[in-house]
Nanobody
Framework: QVRLVESGGGSVQAGGSLRLSCGAS????????MGWFRQAPGKEREGVAS???????YYADSVKGRFTIFQDIAKNTVYLQMNSLKPDDSATYYC???????????????????WGQGTQVTVSS
């Protein structure tokens, strides 16, 4: 069982930035993917950004050009840098890891084996 621990959520005004972090209890290279999802009240959980051990990152259209996902393999940590935040970005953000059946593309909920507990991001206008 892989444990994922997120941090970095909080409240920010529109146009501001936040960086989320997710530390994994397993070596990052054993997990073929890591990613970030978000879920707003009354909405389904949606993929935001995905990264694979060998390959380019993928982003939801709504965050392209504003969010960046990157890893520090040595620290078993994945980050989500969020810039130019909008009120629509407000949600609980979840870290995700390991997707045995896929090797590319933006992750879907069904692709993921392990989840973090979530961290709240609130963007005020």
């Amino acid at each position: 069982q892989v444990r994922l621990v997120e941090s970095g959520g909080g409240s920010v005004q529109a146009g501001g930035s936040l960086r989320l972090s997710c530390g994994a209890s397993e070596y990052a290279y054993t997990l073929n993917c890591m990613g970030w999802f978000r879920q707003a009240p009354g909405k389904e959980r949606e993929g935001v950004a995905s990264i694979y051990t060998a390959g380019s990152p993928y982003y939801a259209d709504s965050v392209k050009g504003r969010f960046t996902i990157f890893q520090d393999i040595a620290k078993n940590t994945v980050y989500l840098q969020m810039n130019s935040l909008k009120p629509d970005d407000s949600a609980t953000y979840y870290c995700a890891a390991d997707c045995p059946r896929v090797g590319w593309g933006l992750l879907k909920v069904a692709d993921v084996r392990y989840w973090g507990q979530g961290t709240q991001v609130t963007v005020s206008s």
